[in-house]
C-alpha cells in the first residue's frame, strides 16, 4: 500500500528555516510534489520535482528562497526552506503521481497527511 509520511515541521522566527522530508512507499514515483494550504486557504502549489527528466518547478511566491530535491534509492523528496516569511505559514503537504502535471494537485494520485510549518513575526 501507498504511504506518504512528511516530517520537519517546526515553529520558526521570521527569516529562520527548515527542512521539510516526505517518506514514500512503493514505486518510484515520476512527479513528487510539496503543496501547502493555511486556514481558510486554498490549497496551493508550492514546489515539485521529476525522476529521470529531472524538471523542477516553483510557485512564484518561494522562488529564490524554496529548493525542492529528491532521492530515488531512498524514494525521499525534501523541501528546504529558507528565509521564511509568516505568510509561509500553513500546513505542508507531499504528494506523488505517475504523471508530467508538475503543478496541478488534482493530478496527484496520493497525499500525505502533512506537517504544519509556523513562522512568527
Known amino acids: 500500500q501507498v504511504q506518504l509520511v512528511e516530517s520537519g515541521g517546526d515553529l520558526v522566527q521570521d527569516g529562520g528555516s527548515l527542512r521539510l522530508s516526505c517518506a514514500v512507499s512503493?514505486?518510484?514515483?515520476?512527479?513528487l510534489g510539496w503543496f501547502r494550504q493555511a486556514p481558510g486557504k486554498e490549497r496551493e502549489f508550492v514546489a515539485a520535482?521529476?525522476?529521470?527528466?529531472?524538471?523542477?518547478a516553483y510557485a512564484d511566491s518561494v522562488k529564490g528562497r524554496f529548493t525542492i530535491s529528491r532521492d530515488n534509492a531512498k524514494n525521499t523528496v525534501w523541501l528546504q526552506m529558507n528565509s521564511l516569511k509568516p505568510e509561509d505559514t500553513a500546513v505542508y503537504y507531499c504528494?506523488?503521481?505517475?504523471?508530467?502535471?508538475?503543478?496541478?494537485?488534482?493530478?496527484?494520485?496520493?497525499w500525505g497527511q502533512g506537517t504544519q510549518v509556523t513562522v512568527s513575526s
Open positions: 504528494a506523488a503521481k505517475h504523471s508530467l502535471s508538475l503543478r496541478v494537485g488534482s493530478l496527484y494520485d496520493y
Open positions: 520535482i521529476t525522476s529521470n527528466i529531472g524538471n523542477i
Open positions: 512503493g514505486s518510484i514515483y515520476l512527479t
